[in-house]
T-cell receptor, first 115, second 117 residues
Framework: DQQVKQNSPSLSVQEGRISILNCDYT??????FLWYKKYPAEGPTFLIS???IKDKNEDGRFTVFLNKSAKHLSLHIVPSQPGDSAVYFC??????????????WGLGTSLAVNP | GAVVSQHPSWVICKSGTSVKIECRSL??????MFWYRQFPKQSLMLMAT?????????EQGVEKDKFLINHASLTLSTLTVTSAHPEDSSFYIC?????????????FGPGTRLTVT
């Protein structure tokens, strides 16, 4: 049972345009959400996070939007650059996870930004 | 900041031998470290969670006697794959949470490619 779903396995965008990566979740106990970027044969790199008490968090070219009623979040990258081409993972943490706060991961979306 | 290293970055070993992978937080103290495994074209699979000075918590289906985890200090955790077999060949990645910030973000190491022949 996939609690964090990234329904688009891949996305292709033109350089300079907006990239929108989507993520849906099913567990209402999730209260913290994160986006990671990953290149092949490397560990994921933390991008941005959002707490469930907010609906938007912005950091430079990256903005994450959270719609709790729809159990949906999205990552916007504006403007997209060729160096953004990577696999993007959505992850969520439930508030009943205890102190360890393990993350539940989506399957990732491969973003290709074309020059 | 928040740099995590792993050693070795890749290793080839013979079937039946054991391999140790180190994970270090270089510029912060890690309350909790996590060990993941990634198969080709698949998502990250959490294997276990370790806290400094206590036993690791393993995910369902992960053999604790095969994947030994030691978290001896706030900056070092090790994963030992015992009696390795070809099906253990994979990309192993560790991550750590910063004790100082109290945030939930995990910072990842660069991963270790294990090939068992």
């Amino acid at each position: 049972d996939q609690q964090v779903k990234q329904n688009s396995p891949s996305l292709s965008v033109q350089e300079g345009r907006i990239s929108i990566l989507n993520c849906d979740y099913t567990n209402s106990m999730f209260d913290y959400f994160l986006w990671y970027k990953k290149y092949p044969a490397e560990g994921p790199t933390f991008l941005i996070s959002i707490s469930s008490i907010k609906d938007k968090n912005e950091d430079g070219r990256f903005t994450v939007f959270l719609n709790k009623s729809a159990k949906h979040l999205s990552l916007h990258i504006v403007p997209s650059q060729p160096g953004d081409s990577a696999v993007y993972f959505c992850a969520a943490s439930p508030y009943n996870a205890g102190n360890n706060r393990k993350l539940i991961w989506g399957l990732g979306t491969s973003l290709a930004v074309n020059p | 900041g928040a740099v995590v290293s792993q050693h070795p970055s890749w290793v080839i070993c013979k079937s039946g031998t054991s391999v140790k992978i180190e994970c270090r937080s270089l510029d912060f103290q890690a309350t909790t470290m996590f060990w993941y495994r990634q198969f080709p074209k698949q998502s990250l699979m959490l294997m276990a969670t370790s806290n400094e000075g206590s036993k690791a918590t393993y995910e369902q289906g992960v053999e604790k006697d095969k994947f030994l985890i030691n978290h001896a200090s706030l900056t070092l955790s090790t994963l030992t794959v015992t009696s390795a077999h070809p099906e253990d060949s994979s990309f192993y990645i560790c991550s750590a949470r910063d004790k100082g910030t109290g945030k939930y973000e995990q910072y990842f190491g660069p991963g270790t490619r294990l090939t068992v022949t």
